[in-house]
Every structure is written in structure tokens, then in C-alpha cells.
């Protein structure tokens, strides 16, 4: 509870409606314009004034009231994907890749394909994971997704899985004779392994994006 400062009687804090600000200016000018008739010229000029800014304030109010929805909404759609992937059924399966691929370093491209595709769950639960980053990495990129909350809850796992399975993409996409498989999932790894947002190219860090000079990659 706030102490009242010497001399203080009484303190108020009172929310004033936008409506009513305007309703009230509104009644002010237009008994100045019927009541000062030898001013009605300086009058409608400042009518004319405060017009504009109204409109300037209102414009901004719109546009600043949108971006805190839109935020929320990223937000929203963020921790829905993140709940997904806490499910037990995908904790199971990145398990899974971590153990069963955990010597890829040591196998050439051709050799972590061959092992992988001839496991058929190994194979489904690689397609499965690869899938959801592609989603998200996608996201990210359209802006409908939060990046700073998901690096900071899978900059591990997305990096890990991405240095594992490098060389299953490269294989991949040599026999499908395309690079698009799974490109958005690699920019995105690749951009969090240099501790960059993909969305933007600035560094992450608890103080927000560093200076733009320093977002070469």
C-alpha cells in the first residue's frame, strides 16, 4: 500500500475511456463554435487539428491493439506445437533416432541411409520427426510461429537431430534427385547452430536481436 506524501489529502487513479475523451471534446467544440461566433474560423482550424490527430491516434491505437493479438496468437500456436512434441509418442521416437543413430560420425551418407531405410520403423520414425521440424521451421519462417520460445525449448534437440541426420539428407536427396527434401528444417538448424533467429538472421540473447551490422552469416 502506497504511503500519501506529506500534504496530500487525496490521491486518485482513474481510468478515462477513449470514448469519452472524444465525446467531451467534441461537446466543448461545438459550444465554443455556437458561443464564440467572431472565433468560428480559428475554431474549425482547430477542429480541423484535432480531427487529424484523432485519426493519427486511432490508427495507432488499431494498429497496436492487432500486433498484441497477433503476438498472442503466435504465441498460442507455439506452446501447441511444443505440448505435441512433449507428447510421450514423440519422446519415444527421438529416443529412439538417438540411440539407434547415435554413431552416425563415424558412417558415410550412403551407409546411414542404407541403415536407416532398411529399418522400417527407424525409417517411419525419422520420417515422422523430419516432418514436424519441416512444419516448424516453415512457421518460423511465415512469422506464425514464436522462434524465441521455440529455440529456447528445442535448440538441442533440433541442432542434435539435424548434425544426426545430415548425412541421411544428403543421401536423400541424391536419390530423389531434388534439394527441397527437408531444406526449411536444415536452414533452420543451421541458423540456431550459429545462435541466429531464421526469421530475421539476428542473434538470439536475453536482451533481444543484436545490432543488424552483426547479423552476416
Not at 3 to 8: C, D, I
Not at 64 to 79: G, I, K, N, P, V
Request: glycine share 6%.
Amino acid at each position: 500500500m502506497s504511503r500519501k506524501r506529506v500534504g496530500q489529502l487525496l490521491r486518485l487513479n482513474l481510468s478515462i475511456p477513449l470514448w469519452l475523451v472524444v465525446v467531451s471534446a467534441a461537446v466543448l467544440f461545438l459550444a465554443a463554435y455556437w458561443f464564440a461566433r467572431q472565433q468560428r474560423e480559428g475554431i474549425k482550424f482547430f477542429g480541423a487539428v484535432v480531427a487529424v490527430a484523432g485519426a493519427i491516434y486511432s490508427a495507432y491505437y488499431v494498429g497496436a491493439a492487432l500486433r498484441t493479438r497477433l503476438d498472442r496468437d503466435r504465441q498460442e500456436s507455439t506452446f501447441r506445437i511444443l505440448d505435441q512434441i512433449e507428447k510421450v509418442e514423440f519422446v519415444e521416437v527421438r529416443n529412439f533416432l538417438e540411440k539407434e543413430v547415435e554413431d552416425h560420425e563415424n558412417l558415410s551418407p550412403a551407409d546411414l541411409y542404407k541403415k536407416i531405410s532398411q529399418n522400417k520403423d527407424l525409417d517411419n520414425a525419422i520420417t515422422v520427426v523430419l516432418n514436424i521440424f519441416e512444419k516448424i521451421a516453415i512457421g518460423v519462417r511465415h512469422d506464425v510461429l514464436d522462434e524465441d520460445i521455440l529455440y529456447e525449448d528445442l535448440v538441442l534437440v533440433v541442432t542434435k537431430n539435424y548434425s544426426a541426420l545430415r548425412g541421411y539428407l544428403e543421401q536423400l536427396r541424391k536419390i530423389r534427385n531434388s534439394p527441397l527434401y527437408y531444406c526449411e528444417f536444415e536452414k533452420l538448424a543451421t541458423f540456431w547452430q550459429k545462435g541466429k533467429r531464421l526469421g530475421d538472421g539476428l542473434p538470439f540473447g536475453p536482451l533481444g536481436p543484436a545490432s543488424p551490422t552483426d547479423a552476416s552469416i
